[in-house]
């Protein structure tokens, strides 16, 4: 019989694999799609070690309060923000990419050591920050490399693009986490005594981790897009309805359409 808890942590180690990959190709690259393919592929890695690693927790009946949880978690969050803003913000150079990758390896090392005090997370701290400027040292400042051959002749488009492809797929599998959990698995649980996720919180967990990342594209492709306050908060607050990130989408959607219609109006488009 194939052990769970070894098939948690190979999952996890293809999880990190995934998210250590999209960190330094977002590191390493000044293309903007290559920066948006990045960014989503950092998200999905993050979300495979956040679930396969609470997996693992509660097998091992490890607390989500141990420090080394907490900084690992912090550091994983801190890295997400800052390839969501190398891909997003043009401008974002060696301090982005310093942060990123200080982050990176401080939560593996907390994870690898698990057990680990505050002073030796300080100097995991130290060390992935020393490592970090090393490599951004060598990869130079992404500002200052030129743009590759094949890059898009309007590479604003490309990252308003990208960024709203991203941005819809979270939306979705956080709509689809909710409702799964509010809908479907809560009534089981109390009118049928079935635990779909077996009593682990894996379901809650799942949702919690979409919620922050979708938190983040809202912020992130509102920023590109250009979003009022109002709309962000309204993206916001819609993510803690159920199918409110649907309803959230169409009305994006919807505006989108109304303000291409009216500015081809005003340019006299005759196809309008």
Request: aromatic share 10%; charged share 15%; with cysteine.
């Amino acid at each position: 019989m194939i052990n769970a808890y070894l098939v948690w942590r190979f999952l996890k180690f293809l999880s990190l694999c995934l998210l250590a990959g999209g960190v330094f190709s977002s590191v390493f690259s000044n293309h903007t799609e290559r920066r948006m393919r990045a960014l989503a592929v950092t998200t999905a890695g993050l979300f495979g070690v956040w679930f396969c690693g609470y997996a693992l927790l509660k097998l091992s009946g490890r607390s989500l309060s141990e420090a080394w949880v907490l900084v690992a978690m912090a550091a994983s969050i801190v890295l997400h923000f800052c390839v969501a803003r190398m891909a997003h913000v043009p401008g974002a150079g060696r301090l982005s990419a310093g942060f990123a990758l200080a982050s990176l390896f401080l939560a593996v090392g907390v994870m690898s050591l698990r057990a680990v005090d505050l002073t030796g997370i300080a100097a995991l701290g130290g060390i992935a920050g020393g490592v970090a400027a090393m490599i951004t040292g060598i990869a130079g400042d992404p500002r200052r490399r030129a743009p590759a051959a094949a890059s898009i002749a309007d590479p604003s488009r490309a990252a308003r693009l990208g960024s709203w492809s991203w941005f819809v797929w979270l939306a979705r599998l956080e709509g689809l986490s909710l409702i799964l959990m509010l809908l479907v698995s809560m009534p089981l649980r109390r009118f049928a005594g079935i635990s779909l996720d077996g009593g682990t919180g894996l379901l809650a967990w799942a949702h919690g981790a979409l919620l922050l990342f979708y938190l983040q594209a809202v912020y992130s492709t509102g920023s590109i897009l250009q979003w009022s306050w109002k709309r962000r908060a309204l993206g916001f607050l819609l993510g803690l309805l159920p199918a409110g990130t649907f309803l959230f989408e169409y009305i994006v959607r919807e505006s989108r359409v109304r303000e291409s219609q009216e500015s081809a109006e005003e340019l006299g488009d005759p196809a309008v």
